[in-house]
């Protein structure tokens, strides 16, 4: 017996995620409905949501199915997740048992989990959603973890094409902005890697330090490459990067290098409070006026301006709500 | 396009309260069914709840919809509600961002959210639920606010007709009530609008520097004289008020002009827990046995004693009972 | 007119209990559907839950209905329990008023509290879980209370039979275990009891000073008697006790005599660290391979080794589905 998880979108095959993405259209228009009766998932937030609970908890219902909302540590127990611990701490579960079991009332598990503390090498292989998927006998989906938001990167691949129509060869400028804290890197590398999916020119402008993890970059690039787009090159002044773009995905995420360490990456970030989408900014991109590009929720007026995300550019309404119907894709392939 | 929004009882005509209340009657005795297939409601409760959300549940549920329960801060991110803020501290997510995507997920949005701190000038205009309802593109309820609890009006209304057959001319006495707490003013000023509304006698009885906000109490006495009731007087003597009630509406509430000073409030209601209503207070009342209201949660023996609360003329469970009712009519209102 | 509560299993009558069991069984094999249309589960968690919120949640879905999770001091007011008290302290609402207004909203009333603070004698009459009974107009179901998890209690009889075939004389080890907290009785009572109904013979093992309530042993003994099994003694050695056992139920609990005191009960237990089911004693049992039960969370390599958990004889995931399966029929038996 094989069950399928989506752990990251590149462990589908391309001609999968095109018929994700093609259901996802025909979901939109109010083509599909029904195929989840009966059907339980049970979501895992080790983090706060507002979207991602709310989307799949209407996408089960939508299709005649129910998502039961778990938060480990508040309302349920909280998780270990070490192999081998000797459990006389503080956490209750193990996640093993915990996958194993809900693997038995549920149909499908999402398990969104940040990264926390300890250094980048021991977190950078998403141990802990992967562990899930191996204890869980039912498919589990990713999110979002501490290298990808696979969801977000479905919602970000649908929304480029409906903005774009053709987005190969368009430019796309992944841009670092500053944020009172250092974020994961999960939703930046998936939104180059939606743009790469799509043939785009990509480019990523952040400040010197805030490259993302290498594994992601050469992924991009590789990808980018592979669906006849191109990397164009990483830059470290956001006005020369924003010159012709297409489309401008603004997102704030902490050093990698300095990862684990707060007080030394916030040092690194003083005098970057400069990197924030300005309404002057978004009129050096291609026509005056680039498709603006969010995965929420946004810091107004420190990471893009007021005039920018109400302006007639953003987009990022509509990539919230687009998470609701590639969710209802992601679910339909799973389950039915 | 025009979207309706229930914020205030007050900002729909008396015939489509009328009409609501009517469906509710039908909704009690079993009649009528189905109508929220598919319909999805968001409730966004910045407050704790009981009532307000088991009822909604229900409400979506027994008609075929699916309520989700969203709690900023917790579950959820914490919201900003200032317009303009250069958004670098504690909140995460901006309130017009959260009510656009919600609209997006949703067909109907519930907002809880109590006054905190400030002062009164600042919340008096109920900005967080009006501005939810503003960049909400789906109808946006009023779970409670700083000045009105629209759906207790709804339930309270109902309650004074199944007790009081026609309400017209009967004595309806607002009580205050001692409470550890300086509580918000929206239930006592909803409270006495739908007794107004029902064209009721109406008696506020508090102690000095107790009194509503000076709009809230002309509304009600506008009311209550457009509907043939009286606005009869405010009085400092629970005793004396209490003579010849039909119903004692009992209910704490903070002062207002010492809203946001909590120190200082405190010491206003030293010597203040004589407000409580009494077996021997209920006897003075019309015929020895005036309905008993309250919206619930109570203090009990702190506010109403045990034997009120547990005596035959208590109300207060078929109140909360009535929430249930009304809110299917309110629902089927908004979304049918 | 009668209702019918779930307090504990000995409330029901035998013959209901094993029509209970029977219809889990025909639920587990997928026979039964439908049954709960338009049905509403509250559930009032004053305690933490991943399990039991889980699977009542399925339950009540798969048949049609729906569950609602509410949390006293959390999502919810915090509950007072005293009868009479005179609530100016911190809890918003009397449980008496919780319970009689759930039971307006919802058609059947989930609780779980467990015991904190105070003394043995003040707890162990299940005071919270019964007034919640009393009060409310619908079935109320014990979701784990001090003294009894009956919800646990059906699965493990589920689990006995499926792993047993016949149980009758086989023998039952319950196991104490070591564990950093003082955890309470009704798990390990409800575990035994089962066992009792089942006419196997009963072996507690724990150290001096760990024993259950009396009125649990004798309980235990009592229908272990009237079944036709046997309660053969009571040892404080783990190694000598697991010789010869069919099952062995694993579980920590703090000393009752000691209830209230953690830090005189964590001098007591200091030292028995060695309570543990490893490997080689799992090799005593007989065949070596006795099944393996526990209700979950498990702390790995402090209660249970690895080893153990994830071998052959581990029935712990089983245990946990059980619920699913037993609550499905308990939810069918009581509100069709």
């Known amino acids: ?50 979207r991602t609970r709310t989307s799949f908890e209407t996408a089960m219902f939508l299709h005649g199915g129910h998502a039961i909302v778990l938060e480990p ?47 980048w090498a021991s977190v950078r292989d998403d141990r802990i959603v992967r562990d899930f998927a191996r204890f869980c006998e039912k498919p589990v989906i990713n999110m979002e973890s501490t290298r990808r938001h696979p969801c977000q990167q479905l919602a970000d691949a649908l929304t480029l094409r409906e903005r774009l129509g053709d987005p190969r060869g368009k430019r796309f400028v992944l841009m670092w902005a500053w944020h009172p804290k250092a974020l994961p890197t999960a939703v930046p590398a998936s939104a180059a890697l939606a743009a790469a999916h799509q043939g785009m020119e990509i480019v990523i402008a952040r400040p010197e330090g805030y490259e993302l993890d290498p594994d992601d970059t050469a992924l991009i690039r590789k990808i980018a490459q592979e669906r006849g787009g191109e990397f164009v090159h990483i830059m470290n002044d956001p006005d020369e990067a924003l010159v012709g773009a297409d489309v401008v995905y603004v997102k704030s995420w902490g050093a990698v290098k300095q990862f684990g360490r707060p007080e030394e990456e916030a040092l690194m970030r003083q005098g970057l409070r400069d990197w924030r989408l300005t309404a002057p900014r978004l009129k ?53």
């Open 73 to 119: 540590g508040k309302s349920s127990w909280s998780l270990e997740t070490e192999a081998g611990a000797v459990m006389d701490g503080a956490t209750v579960e193990h996640i093993k048992d915990a996958a194993r079991v809900l693997g038995r009332y549920a149909d499908v598990v999402g398990v969104r989990s940040f990264p926390r503390g300890g250094d």
């Open 284 to 336: 050096s991109t291609r026509g005056g006026g680039a498709t603006v590009m969010h995965c929420l929720p946004v810091r107004r007026n420190v990471e893009i301006d007021d005039a920018v995300l109400d302006g007639p550019t953003s987009a990022v309404v509509d990539e919230a709500e687009n998470r609701l119907h590639v969710q209802r894709a992601l679910l339909l392939e799973l389950l039915r």
């Open 1 to 50: 017996m094989t069950k399928r998880d989506f752990i990251t979108v590149e462990d589908w095959t391309p001609e999968q995620v095109d018929a994700l993405l093609a259901l996802a259209v025909r979901i939109k228009r109010g083509e599909v409905s029904g195929g989840l009766e009966r059907k339980v998932m049970a979501m895992v937030f080790m983090d706060p949501s507002l």
